[in-house]
Nanobody, 128 residues
Framework: QVQLVESGGGLVQAGDSLRVSCAASGQTFSNYAMGWFRQAYGKAREFVAAISGSGDRIFYADSVKGRFTISRDNAKNTVYLQMNSLKAEDAAVYYC?????????????????????WGQGTQVTVSS
């Protein structure tokens, strides 16, 4: 089992920056790829960003490329999402998720069902 706890959400103005964090516990953190997803009110949950277990491979949704940065600190069992130039459409509940890495098999950065564990989410509100 992996427990994930997000933090750092809040209310910001359009154009501001915010960093959300996700602390993991329960298993070897580097054995998991980590992803950030978001769900706006009335919409489906969508992929935002993902990072491999070692941090050497990173993927972003087109909507956040150049504005958001995902990173991880395996010594602290934590993954981060730095969000810059926030827009009203970025407002959502942000979830982190962990995908177990199995041997030399590939992983699926943007595929929700491939993630094994999810956090409870942290709300990001952007006022325009």
């Amino acid at each position: 089992q992996v427990q994930l706890v997000e933090s750092g959400g809040g209310l910001v103005q359009a154009g501001d920056s915010l960093r959300v964090s996700c602390a993991a516990s329960g298993q070897t953190f580097s054995n998991y790829a980590m992803g950030w997803f978001r769900q706006a009110y009335g919409k489906a949950r969508e992929f935002v960003a993902a990072i491999s277990g070692s941090g050497d491979r990173i993927f972003y949704a087109d909507s956040v490329k150049g504005r958001f940065t995902i990173s991880r600190d395996n010594a602290k069992n934590t993954v981060y999402l730095q969000m810059n130039s926030l827009k009203a459409e970025d407002a959502a509940v942000y979830y982190c998720a962990a995908q177990r890495l199995v041997g030399g098999n590939g992983w699926f950065p943007a595929v929700l069902p491939k993630y094994n564990y999810w956090g409870q989410g942290t709300q990001v509100t952007v006022s325009s």
